[in-house]
């Protein structure tokens, strides 16, 4: 167990699926993030997974138009 990041607890259910600790991260786009998708990039070609948070299986990656598309809200993937 890492001290700086304690194990959630049950009284931390309704946070944890607020938090995504993953957005510290630079192969994660923040703005897909907080939409709700996966928003994995895929840094050698720039492409990035529009799944929703915590899908099963491998990403699908798109092009960066169709993740615009999504941040604006004009495509439902």
């Known amino acids: 167990m890492n001290p ?7 009284e931390d259910a309704s946070s944890e699926a607020e938090a995504r600790p993953d957005l510290s991260n630079t192969n994660v786009r923040e703005d897909l ?4 998708r996966c928003a994995l990039v ?4 720039g492409r990035t997974c529009l ?3 915590r899908h ?5 990656f ?3 138009q169709e993740a615009q598309e999504v941040v604006a ?5």
């Open 51 to 53: 799944l929703p948070l």
């Open 42 to 45: 895929h840094l050698p070609t």
């Open 4 to 10: 700086d990041h304690p194990a959630p607890g049950p």
């Open 62 to 64: 798109h092009q960066p």
């Open 56 to 60: 099963h299986g491998p990403c699908e």
């Open 33 to 36: 993030a907080m939409a709700g």
């Open 73 to 77: 809200g004009n495509l439902d993937s």
